[in-house]
């Protein structure tokens, strides 16, 4: 670590009248009004499930608490990654904060991938679209909002990681960095294809065993593409080309990041319980 990190405040800015950073006091505001709005379509949802229409849907049989608790525990250790990442480039550590950013990103895109497979089974197994039910009118837009702030993260994060990686004094950097743009791309659709492909084998096949052949027989060439771009980004794109211009002087914009994320992280806390674990209460 290098000695101007310890001249380097991460919490507090003196020359802000606030003494807080600008960067991470907009952030706060930002998420203050998200708030409201997610108050609003969860106080939405709730006050429908208190009087649901007569004939409507029954959520105990559409939904599926196994793959949403299971989504649910991969976002909340996507939030300890963040905070690893968080803490990695306060103390100077580009490459510690690097791999838990990457981290943070692939379980973003496992969380996007069960949503994306729980979305597509409700509507063509249950019959719940947006249209014909109240319940799946607030239960996408509730869920559907949140899932597009994940996804808007996952693409900030890979910004992020892709710019950690820029050297001053390398005059190709616009280019290599646009490959690395391209092999991040390819590697989180890949895992999104991967992780879609895994889920609907363990609901269809009767044995975990015959789930886990199913899987592999049927998303090799996609296992292996994957593989190949996660290969390419920690051992090609990740080699040192000099010094970077990516160190603890930049920890307050990981750190809104964090800030972003965990907020994420905890309305979807909220709407699992509210949505989901309300329903099997007595």
């Given at each position: 670590?290098?000695?101007?990190?310890?001249?380097?405040?991460?919490?507090?800015?003196?020359?802000?009248?606030?003494?807080?950073?600008?960067?991470?006091?907009?952030?706060?505001?930002?998420?203050?009004?998200?708030?409201?709005?997610?108050?609003?379509?969860?106080?939405?949802?709730?006050?429908?499930?208190?009087?649901?229409?007569?004939?409507?849907?029954?959520?105990?049989?559409?939904?599926?608490?196994?793959?949403?608790?299971?989504?649910?525990?991969?976002?909340?250790?996507?939030?300890?990654?963040?905070?690893?990442?968080?803490?990695?480039?306060?103390?100077?550590?580009?490459?510690?904060?690097?791999?838990?950013?990457?981290?943070?990103?692939?379980?973003?895109?496992?969380?996007?991938?069960?949503?994306?497979?729980?979305?597509?089974?409700?509507?063509?197994?249950?019959?719940?679209?947006?249209?014909?039910?109240?319940?799946?009118?607030?239960?996408?837009?509730?869920?559907?909002?949140?899932g597009c702030h994940v996804a808007i993260g996952v693409l900030w994060l890979g910004l992020m990681y892709v710019r950690s990686f820029k050297v001053a004094s390398d005059k190709s950097w616009f280019g290599q960095q646009l490959l690395h743009v391209v092999a991040l791309l390819i590697a989180l659709l890949g895992s999104l294809k991967v992780t879609l492909g895994l889920v609907h084998a363990l609901q269809v096949e009767p044995t975990f065993g015959a789930a886990v052949g199913a899987f592999f027989t049927h998303e090799f060439i996609y296992i292996a593409i994957t593989l190949v771009a996660y290969g390419l980004l920690a051992f090609y794109f990740a080699r040192p080309r000099g010094t970077v211009q990516f160190n603890e002087a930049n920890a307050i914009d990981v750190e809104s990041m964090g800030l972003y994320w965990h907020f994420v992280d905890i309305v979807w806390i909220i709407i699992f319980t509210a949505v989901y674990l309300l329903e099997y209460l007595p």
């Open positions: 670590m290098s000695s101007h990190a310890a001249t380097i405040d991460h919490h507090h800015d003196p020359s802000t009248s606030t003494g807080i950073p600008n960067k991470k006091l907009l952030m706060w505001t930002f998420l203050a009004s998200d708030c409201m709005f997610f108050g609003a379509l969860i106080s939405t949802h709730l006050i429908y499930r208190l009087h649901p229409p007569a004939g409507g849907l029954d959520p105990k049989v559409v939904f599926s608490p196994e793959l949403t608790s299971f989504s649910t525990f991969i976002l909340l250790m996507s939030s300890l990654m963040m905070a690893l990442a968080v803490t990695a480039i306060q103390k100077g550590n580009v490459k510690s904060c690097r791999w838990s950013l990457l981290t943070t990103i692939f379980f973003g895109m496992i969380f996007l991938g069960c949503q994306v497979y729980e979305f597509d089974h409700f509507v063509k197994d249950k019959n719940m679209t947006l249209s014909n039910s109240l319940l799946g009118t607030t239960f996408y837009t509730l869920t559907g909002t949140h």
